[in-house]
């Protein structure tokens, strides 16, 4: 088995090693190219002590392997090599220590090559092949250590894995204190008033415009008509999607439509199955369910993303070729509806807007039906534009639009689902104040740095 | 050679479906319909080759005991146990099993993950959205911008003139810059697929 030196200890371990077997070193940050750089070493044997090497070898030995250098600084101890790890606020300490030692050639590489077959790519401006360095040898232009620390600094900082800001575990005296009171307390406000609001304050729900199209879109349906349905969502968002979903669902079961659902979604169709049937349930009792279910026809899991969509827009019947008892799906009755008359409407129930345009682009200006979209509250910015040019005949997105949509409905919602969609809602503005507290504490913040 | 059968085959599809859709060849339907049929039975191939790949990478790690490997145990457990119990009942994706996972595993371990994006949300925030940071400025305007047009307060707090306010955002700043976006994308994206048809994808500049 092939093997590597420790950067610590100078022990072989195996290649694929997560930690020393000899000193205990964490090895899971040493890339796996400068592991294998060093693979001709036999397995069990020590590298042998170099004899003198000569300057151009002792070079590259340096450049290849810079633990092997002259330590200079004094050299971390393994439990030191994992702080920057288990604690990143001491990471700035490490770079500062490391910016002090000459940079290596190693050190030089952004992307190295697949297992060594490739050679590395060099930084703009840094030369790979420089001969090691004494360490009290002023670096050359464009190595300052200033700058590459500033730069590290700043690299680090606009990925959101760092600490912008630097906490020490214990701040030092005299420093400012944590803000960790000032978070529990406004925690703690923005509860109290959620809670002790007056509840009565949502007496009319905003109805965003395409709220009321949608609604008459539905109702001008004729009793029993074919609906194809996208369920664009799945488990991940169907806290919000499903109750949004819900008045619209209840509206077309009430209008006796025939349901045909398809998903490209993995775990859509499973979701669908649920709410339809917890939809039919509720408006049908539980015996007229179980025969209404029977006639929703379930296209199934379609992969492939937009391509097959277009089919879904000229050939449906070729989109859903079985159905799950392995009856060709073609030949049950709202399928053959659907192929002489068409879907009188196509239903678009997506947590994300990409799934309604490609609908609206890959479907709708094949088939002609009438889209109407229902979606979370994040989608309606993007979707808005088309609703507004007519390519869409309602939408309803959010809870706002779904309490809306409910109070049109001719049968009320029972009251859970409506104490659950002012529960939600209530979350939802407490999300919203939880945001608006985490950016005033943050500008707070900024304001107390030096 | 084999780049530019490849090349031409995507060249002919592309023509075909151009062709179909702008109503040029109506007596090509029916071929392109098998086209897109080719095109379902190549996604759900490529779905299985994926889980197989899948399978086979997470093998190698536990295999080769490397970090973290007791998620891959338990990744290979799972697929094993659903694919295993899925075609063991002639039921399918309707077998009790199978929706008992779905039900106690799958469907609450989605909406918890997704959850977490919430606390992800206000810990960047609270982090990077500073006045401070490269285009800090342009990024709270923004997030105001979107405040003032979604938050679920503004229509009971503020006048009704507050919900004009917004539905004029909505409707006219946010859709201009929108169409913006949908067309420049549009054109780019037709720009790409025909730049890369007629010079391949090797090509550069």
């Given at each position: 088995m092939s093997t590597f030196g420790c950067p610590h200890c100078g022990q072989p371990n195996p290649l694929n090693a997560s930690f020393c077997a000899h000193c205990g070193t964490d090895l899971r940050s040493l890339p796996r190219d400068e592991r294998s750089s060093q693979e001709a070493r036999p397995s069990g044997d020590l590298p042998p002590a170099p004899e003198a090497p000569l300057p151009g070898e002792e070079g590259r030995l340096l450049a290849e392997q810079p633990w092997l250098q002259p330590e200079t600084v004094e050299s971390p101890s393994p439990e030191e090599e994992r702080l920057p790890e288990e604690q990143p606020w001491l990471r700035p300490a490490q770079e500062e220590r490391d910016a002090m030692e000459p940079p290596t050639a190693a050190s030089q590489r952004l992307v190295t090559g697949l297992q060594g077959l490739l050679e590395p790519v060099e930084e703009a401006?840094?030369?790979?092949?420089t001969p090691a360095q004494a360490p009290d040898t002023p670096p050359p232009a464009g190595r300052d250590p200033e700058l590459l620390q500033r730069w590290q600094m700043r690299f680090a900082e606009e990925v959101p894995l760092a600490d912008p800001v630097p906490t020490p575990m214990a701040p030092p005296p005299g420093s400012r204190r944590g803000y960790g009171m000032e978070w529990i307390g406004l925690a703690v406000l923005v509860l109290g008033l959620w809670l002790l609001g007056p509840p009565t304050l949502r007496s009319a729900p905003h109805g965003w415009p395409g709220t009321q199209a949608a609604y008459q879109a539905v109702e001008a349906l004729p009793i029993g008509a074919s609906v194809l349905v996208d369920w664009a969502y799945d488990p991940a968002t169907a806290g919000e999607l499903d109750r949004v979903a819900y008045p619209v669902l209840v509206h077309l079961v009430d209008r006796n439509a025939q349901f045909v659902v398809v998903s490209q979604f993995p775990g859509g169709m499973a979701t669908a199955r649920r709410t339809l049937q917890a939809v039919q349930v509720e408006r049908l009792g539980p015996m007229q369910a179980r025969t209404a279910a029977q006639q929703v026809v379930e296209g199934g899991f379609l992969p492939g993303g937009a391509p097959v969509l277009a089919l879904l827009g000229q050939a449906t019947e070729l989109g859903l070729p079985v159905d799950l008892e392995g009856?060709?799906?073609?030949?049950r009755a709202p399928l053959q509806a659907l192929q002489e008359t068409g879907p009188a409407l196509a239903l678009v129930l997506a947590a994300h807007s990409e799934d309604v345009q490609r609908w609206l682009e890959q479907v709708q200006p094949l088939n002609r039906v009438p889209v109407l979209a229902v979606t979370a509250a994040a989608a309606d910015p993007v979707l808005r534009p088309y609703w507004d040019s007519g390519q869409l005949v309602g939408l309803v997105s959010g809870y706002d639009s779904a309490q809306a949509y409910a109070r049109w409905l001719e049968e009320p919602l029972p009251f859970v689902e409506e104490v659950r969609i002012a529960g939600l809602q209530r979350g939802q503005q407490l999300g919203f104040w939880l945001l608006v507290v985490a950016l005033v504490l943050g500008h707070l913040r900024l304001l107390g740095e030096p | 050679m084999d780049r530019r059968v490849g090349g031409t085959v995507a060249l002919v599809v592309a023509m075909l479906v151009l062709a179909d859709r702008f109503g040029l060849a109506p007596a090509t339907r029916p071929w392109v319909n098998v086209l897109y049929v080719w095109s379902l039975l190549l996604a759900g191939f490529a779905l299985l080759l994926g889980a197989v790949h899948l399978a086979g990478v997470h093998l190698g790690r536990v295999r080769r005991g490397e970090a973290e490997w007791p998620l891959s145990v338990a990744l290979l457990a799972a697929l094993a146990v659903t694919v295993g119990v899925g075609l063991a009942d002639p039921r399918g994706i309707r077998a009790p099993a199978v929706e008992w996972i779905f039900d106690a595993v799958l469907a609450p371990g989605q909406a918890t993950l997704f959850a977490l994006t919430g606390l992800f949300l206000l810990t960047a925030i609270h982090r990077?959205?500073?006045?401070?940071?490269?285009g800090g400025l342009w990024i709270l305007v923004g997030l105001v911008l979107v405040a003032v047009v979604q938050a679920p307060w503004p229509p009971d707090l503020l006048p009704p003139l507050w919900a004009r306010l917004a539905d004029w955002l909505l409707v006219w700043p946010v859709m201009a810059a929108w169409r913006g976006v949908l067309l420049g994308s549009a054109l780019a994206s037709l720009w790409i697929g025909g730049y890369l048809l007629i010079r391949g994808p090797g090509s550069r500049g």
């Open positions: 401006g840094l030369a790979l092949e009856t060709p799906a073609r030949e | 990077f959205v500073r006045l401070d940071r490269p």
